[in-house]
C-alpha cells in the first residue's frame, strides 16, 4: 500500500539558512499534520492543514511557515535556522472522518543544522 | 497537553504476550484511544484504536476498561522487531496527537 513520502531524508544546513521540507500524503487522504522530534524526545505537533487550508497549529516558530498545494501535497519552510532546529520531522496524513483519523506517518526528515 | 500515564519502560520475554498498559482519567466521551509504536528514529506506526469496544487487528489487541479510564494493549506474541516506544494517545477526531513519553518497550530473547 503507498505511504506517505517525505523528502529529502537527510537535510544538512548552516545556521542562518532556510530550508524547504516535502510531504506527499497517501492518495484520497486530504489532511497533513506536521510534527518535530528533538533527539531523546517525543514527537511535537507543529502544524495541520484540510482542503490546503490551516486547521490547527501547535508549538511551531514564527520561523517556519507550511502550506498544502491543491495536490494535497505540503511544505515546511523553515528559515534562519538554529542549531536547536536540528530534529525528525514527520509528516503524516489522514483521511477527514467524523469517526476517527487514524494518522499515517511518513519515514521522516532528519534536519542537521551545522 | 498529554493525557496518558505510562510507565517508562518493560521487558518482555520473545514469544510471550505484552501487556502494555496505560491510564486515561481524564478521557471525554467522544475521545478514542489511539496506541503507535516507534521503532529508533522511524516513523511512528500506527498498532490500534478504539473508543469503547474492545479491538483486535492482526498486530494487536485493544482492551478498554468500561469505564474508558485505562487500557491495555496486548502484543500476544512478542518478537523481537516489537521492541520499541509504545504511545497511548487520547484524542477527539481531527485534533493532533499529543505523544507523551510512552513505554519502551524491550522484548527479550
Known amino acids: 500500500a503507498a505511504g506517505v513520502i517525505q523528502s529529502p531524508r537527510h537535510l544538512i544546513k548552516e545556521k542562518r539558512e532556510t530550508a524547504t521540507l516535502k510531504c506527499y500524503p497517501i492518495?484520497?487522504?486530504?489532511?497533513v499534520y506536521w510534527y518535530q522530534q528533538g533527539p531523546g524526545q517525543d514527537p511535537q505537533f507543529l502544524i495541520s492543514f484540510y482542503e490546503k487550508m490551516q486547521s490547527d497549529k501547535g508549538s511551531i516558530p514564527d520561523r517556519f511557515s507550511a502550506q498544502q498545494f491543491s495536490d494535497y501535497h505540503s511544505e515546511l519552510n523553515m528559515s534562519s535556522l538554529e542549531l536547536g532546529d536540528s530534529a525528525l520531522y514527520f509528516c503524516a496524513s489522514s483521511p477527514w472522518d467524523s469517526r476517527s483519523d487514524t494518522q499515517y506517518f511518513g519515514p521522516g526528515t532528519r534536519l542537521t543544522v551545522l | 497537553d498529554a493525557k496518558t500515564t505510562q510507565p517508562t519502560s518493560m521487558d518482555c520475554a520473545e514469544g510471550r504476550a505484552a501487556n502494555l498498559p496505560c491510564n486515561h482519567s481524564t478521557i471525554s466521551g467522544n475521545e478514542y484511544v489511539y496506541w503507535y509504536r516507534q521503532i529508533h528514529s522511524q516513523g511512528p506506526q500506527y498498532i490500534i484504536h478504539?473508543?469503547?469496544n474492545n479491538e483486535t487487528n492482526e498486530m494487536a489487541s485493544l482492551i478498554i476498561t468500561e469505564d474508558r479510564k485505562s487500557s491495555t494493549l496486548i502484543l500476544p506474541h512478542a518478537t523481537l522487531r516489537d521492541t520499541a516506544v509504545y504511545y497511548c494517545?487520547?484524542?477527539?477526531?481531527?485534533?493532533?496527537?499529543?505523544f507523551g513519553t510512552g513505554t519502551s518497550l524491550t522484548v527479550i530473547p
Open positions: 494517545i487520547v484524542r477527539p477526531t481531527g485534533n493532533q496527537f499529543y
Open positions: 492518495p484520497r487522504h486530504d489532511t
Open positions: 478504539g473508543l469503547k
